[in-house]
């Protein structure tokens, strides 16, 4: 690529890193906001069991800086925090920054099998309901995929937990095992959860995105100069690439809010679970943390997925530029 | 999928290949169960004063116990609540707080989209930065922390999730909105002199309305699944409150010993959401067709 053509490139690049920021930027304003109006006073739960005198009271409201203005306490977690200090949480008095590391394992573990599978049998199953639109296969399956949208996670992993853990005995009911054979073993239904309703918006995806490909014109020109099915159907692959990939990035978004489901229904020890057991405990350092540790996968891995876009289909450059 | 799903699953365009014919405007049978499922779930909850004394007897003593002891036909859960009965109570909830979570989603979508898309200019430019930082961030996630961060219940619950649904309303008005806006005859509405708020709640809103209808009645089966989903995680409805979400949060640690506690409602959640998704799915894609033909 040469460098007048990579310019509106990093251009591209720079403005949706500065979106990406501004962002956070809010969102971390949003979520502080909130906490510092919600009801309840956040100096009484720090005392936990400890005596409360109103001596105690302002001794720990110093302490936080919980007697300084909003914009004094906000202005000073945002410094600390850009230093990688999210400060310690409420409940065990744990740095915050710990506590999610030895989390994190857990949920991604979840997330990345249940993103596998949904992506593997969802574009799959797609693609077959978009070459025999109208068969008994495509109907069966778009059929099922409103099935599966419309299932909560927590429904259907308390099924599957009944089914599979309770009634047949096939899978173990709660903890997350050793090694990696068992680990799998511990993580296949939790995973299998997340990964249905993911499943059916991909196979809803690809099948729209296919059967659009399928109708255009370059298809049937394609036919009728005589190329196989086989060969015309590579083609059509490689348009439809586009928006799906795109929309890929955007069920990271609900990975990580099906994955509070679904660890809080399985007992596994991740970082959703973590975050419900924050919420519930108003531990807000935590709160605020993991918010915006989720705000931040989300958005970029949204950026990249649009840049690698731009590197991969020169059509879509052209567009960028002109904007 | 988890919840809040609505703003970017995409309408598989309607590709059947069937001639538009009186025949093919009949709904297809699993519409016509899909409605029949719905109007159960009304019923019960139209009769939910009748069935609310029955699904608050507690027996303590008697505990969980399994289907068709003591004539409770699918058991009892923890405190000796009869799960028909609860199940049967927990249908108001499970409609009437995403009906109110999608009216209200609506209300923000036809003010502040309609406005926006017919006026143009700054308060188009502040809404589509509103929708595009809601849109970018994951909503259950959001959800969940506002919601437990104000301290749940039914009423914050609701609020949330009206803001957080209301950017694909917003979206989906604006976008209608200024489609309409060039045509002819609002144009000649315009040069007759006719008031702009007029002329977009009495010119444009009849033609948009069909539209947001049906995608109000999608967002109901997203409300539903994201308001039981609060209510599992102990955030939604108050504890008490007979809700197929708080049944199946109280039913897990039930597995072994009434598994019907957590079956009953989980079906129903499933069953309901997905005939609400079916019927908006074909209402949308009736109202779409119609537009063609015109």
Redesign the interface.
Known sequence: MSEGRARPLVAYTLRRLLGAVA?LF??SVV?FS??YW???DIARNLLGNRQVTPESLAAVRRQYHLDQPFVVQYAGWLRAALHGDFGRSIRTGEPVGGLIRDRIGVTAAICGLAFVLSVVGGVAAGIACAVR??SWLDRIL??GS???????????G??L??VFA??LGWFPFYGTGDGLLDGLWHLALPALT?AI??A??VV??T??AV??EL?ADYVVFARSRGLGRGAVLRIVLRNAAVPIVT?LG?LL??L???T??VE??FALPGAGAL??DA??F?D?PV?QAL?LA??LI??LS?VVVDVVYLLVDPRLRGRVSHR | MSMLTRARTPRTPDTSGTPRTVAARRPPLTVIAAMVVLALVVIAALLHPLVMDWALTQNVALGPVGTGVEGHVFGTDQLGRDVLALSLAGARSALGGPILVALGSMLIGVVLGGTAGYRGGSLDFLAGRYTDLLLALPATLLAIVVAGVLGGGYWVTAVVLIVLFSPSDVRLVRAAVMEQRPLPYIEAARVSGISGPRVLFRHIAPNVLPIVVANALLNVAFALVAFSSLSYLGLGVPPGTPDWGRQLADGRDLLGSNPMVTIVPGLLIIATATAVNLVGDWLEGRLNSEAVER
């Open positions: 962002l809010v969102l979520v909130l906490i919600a009801p309840g639109r109208g778009v059929s409103v099935l599966g949208v419309s299932a909560p996670a927590f429904a259907v308390l099924l937990l009944y309770v009634w997340l309703g993911l059916a918006f809803k995806l099948r729209a059967a659009r109708d929309s955007l978004a609900y990580f809010g099906g509070v489901l809080v229904t975050m419900q919420v519930e108003k807000f709160v918010t989720v705000g989300v958005t949204a």
